[in-house]
């Protein structure tokens, strides 16, 4: 009996542990399925129940100048959608919306026409209008039909300011021009899907009302060399420039020699990159980089430093100005036709002579005057981060004749930047040294660290520093006594060089008679050098044309407030840090090379400068000549240079001074 009952006892667990561990198994197989096949949608509609999803807009990181004013930002706004699957009266719905969004009904209906559940109506509205169309979605219940998502929008707080050099951006927060184009990978916005937690009226709760801010790759900010208050002048300048001289376009940069730094570039025409749209193409340019033009007289500044360096010419060396030359059938005079006369090379420089650079250009020679241009940096880009940069042309010295050599001297058969100019000066106010210009300064991440600084970089060594000091004083004369005088300020030292070049025709068949380019490039202090200004004026339509009459003028505004911005003391000693050399000094700077034949019954003409007045007569009454001096001391000027072929008995003026 009682075996029977424990055995039904047994039975009967067995069965409900059976029951039991069936239970659990489905359970488990249950959970399994849950959790892997399910797990997923469980998760989500887990999470829709505490939170949601939301598209977040990190905006477009910011262009600022060198002292952080902001050029360029972004902030957050509302863009405008349909969803047309709901609209059941399109012509009602575009009548109600149009006035508040500045957009007519027709463009609405033609929207809605296309069909679907999203197509939008306008992108990025002001915050009036999101206002107006809100009370309209409240007001007729179009919750369903009309709706906004988070877009970007990029301001320009200047306006205008500096326009050409940032550019601006598309639709879709694309860089189209400019800084904006150029590091547009490196400060466009991103856009990412993040979860925040929210209460039952959808209110953020917990870690999501922290503001952790963004640590992603993208959204930097660009910090450029510009100094916004220096641009405002030299946009000031160039505005009233346009006023009075009414030229197809003007361009002007302001750099630093000694870091390479482009401190101020403006272009007019310009634009408002708020409105870029309402502007023609050819505004958005910066000329500073993408316009080539033949330089003139400016160039001169470069074959000068060619004929010192290689030793050609010095200061004081003496030229017959015949008023003209010709060279392979070609004609070249002087800027107004007339002979100077006996002078040194000092005036040669200062009153721009084209004859005298001719004829240096031609004892220099194609390959060496192609090296100096190629060592200044034309006929390559600077490698600035602008979009849009020429390169220039250069003669290849193989294809150069005699006359293509001559022209080449004077500033013609070269094309060249604003921007490649103002480098080449800039080396020149820099000992000789060639800088790389850069308009960018820094670029920093999202969360403030450093990412990029941008260091001084030096391409080369132009001339030799003496050389260069040389130079640098025959360049202040044009501006204190002449073709420059216009660029002069008061108080201080400056050196440049004026320019004035007859445009080319568009096919390049010649010349444009009655249009120039003029210009003016200069750099000041002379004796701690801290800006080089370009002015460059194309096409005056109004008054003069000579660089040293409208452009020269411009360039001496922009100093003479620049040089007050910056605190810079007025020059005290006008020849100081300037290496004084004497007459018999710069004599012996003269090449020694070998004298040309003369044929019979001629003579060549020795060089007497740097001699007393005994040992000058017997050189020349020895060569048959015969001299007429003028003064006492050291020979310093003759009326006809050393190595000149001349007649026997041919008479020689020779000045002497103490």
């Not at 020699?257 to 408002?272: C, E, H, Q, V, Y």
């Not at 430093?305 to 030229?319: R, Y």
């Not at 721009?352 to 004829?359: D, E, I, K, Q, V």
């Not at 407030?561 to 018999?584: C, D, V």
Request: with cysteine; net charge negative; charged share 25%.
């Amino acid at each position: 009996m009682n075996g029977r009952i424990e055995k039904s006892l047994h039975g009967r667990l067995l069965i409900a542990l059976s029951f039991i561990f069936f239970l659990i198994f489905l359970v488990v197989v249950r959970c399994a399925w849950l959790q892997i096949k399910e797990g997923g949608a469980m998760a989500d509609y887990v999470r829709e129940q505490v939170g949601g999803s939301k598209l977040l807009h990190e905006p477009r990181g910011p262009i600022v100048d060198r002292n952080g004013a902001e050029l360029a930002v972004s902030v957050m706004t509302k863009s405008l959608y349909v969803d047309p699957s709901h609209v059941d009266n399109p012509t009602e719905l575009a009548a109600e919306l149009a006035p508040l969004i500045s957009i007519s009904e027709e463009e609405i209906k033609d929207d809605i026409s296309h069909g679907g559940g999203f197509v939008w109506v306008k992108r990025r509205l002001e915050p009036e209008e999101v206002d107006s169309v809100r009370c309209l979605i409240q007001d007729k219940g179009y919750i369903d039909r009309l709706g906004f998502r988070d877009e970007p929008k990029r301001y320009y707080p200047n306006d205008s300011l500096a326009a050409n050099v940032i550019g601006f951006v598309g639709m879709d927060d694309k860089g189209l021009d400019g800084i904006e184009h150029s590091c547009d990978k490196l400060i466009r916005g991103e856009q990412k899907k993040t979860f925040e937690l929210t209460d039952t009226h959808e209110r953020p709760i917990l870690d999501s009302l922290f503001n952790k801010g963004y640590n992603g790759d993208a959204c930097k900010t660009i910090e450029l060399t510009l100094d916004v208050n220096l641009q405002f002048i030299v946009e000031q300048e160039l505005d009233r420039a346009v006023a009075v001289n009414a030229p197809k376009a003007i361009t002007a940069i302001v750099m630093d020699p000694k870091t390479g730094d482009i401190l101020a570039m403006a272009s007019r025409p310009s634009f408002n990159p708020n409105h870029f749209g309402d502007y023609a193409p050819e505004n958005w340019k910066n000329r500073a980089v993408s316009f080539i033009y033949e330089p003139g007289s400016t160039f001169k500044a470069v074959v000068a430093a060619a004929a010192l360096q290689e030793k050609k010419v010095t200061p004081n060396q003496v030229f017959v100005d015949p008023g003209h030359v010709t060279v392979s059938g070609r004609r070249i005079q002087n800027w107004n036709g007339e002979s100077f006369g006996t002078v040194t090379f000092t005036d040669v420089v200062k009153n721009s002579l084209n004859t005298g650079f001719a004829m240096v250009g031609l004892d220099l020679g194609a390959d060496r005057l192609t090296k100096y241009a190629k060592l200044f940096g034309f006929g390559q880009s600077t490698g600035i981060r602008l979009p849009g940069e020429e390169a220039g042309l250069l003669f290849d010295p193989e294809d150069m004749r005699a006359s293509d050599i001559a022209t080449m001297s004077i500033g013609q058969s070269i094309a060249v930047t604003p921007l490649q100019l103002v480098t080449a000066m800039g080396a020149i106010a820099n000992d000789g040294v060639l800088l790389k210009p850069h308009i960018v300064k820094s670029i920093k991440n999202a969360d403030g660290s450093l990412y990029k600084e941008i260091q001084k970089e030096e391409v080369r060594r132009t001339i030799d520093s003496a050389t260069d000091k040389t130079l640098i004083g025959l360049l202040e004369q044009v501006v204190a006594s002449g073709g420059g005088k216009k660029a002069a300020v008061k108080g201080y030292r400056i050196a440049g060089k004026t320019g004035t070049a007859q445009k080319i025709r568009s096919d390049g068949a010649g010349y444009m008679e009655g249009h120039y380019i003029a210009s003016f490039c200069g750099f000041a202090p002379v004796e701690d050098p801290q800006l080089v200004v370009l002015v460059m004026i194309d096409d005056p339509s109004a008054g003069s044309f000579y660089g040293g009459q409208i452009a020269a003028p411009v360039a001496g505004a922009i100093f003479s407030q620049a040089l007050r911005y910056y605190h810079i003391e007025p020059s005290s000693n006008p020849f100081a840090g300037m290496e004084r050399t004497s007459p018999k000094q710069e004599a012996d700077r003269v090449p020694k090379q070998p004298e040309p034949k003369a044929p019979e019954g001629k003579v060549v003409v020795p060089d007497v400068r740097g001699r007393s007045i005994r040992e000058a007569a017997e050189e020349l009454s020895k060569r048959g000549l015969v001299m007429h001096s003028e003064g006492s001391g050291i020979a310093i000027m003759q009326s006809i240079s050393g190595r000149t072929i001349v007649d026997e008995g041919t008479e020689i003026d020779v000045t002497f001074s103490e």
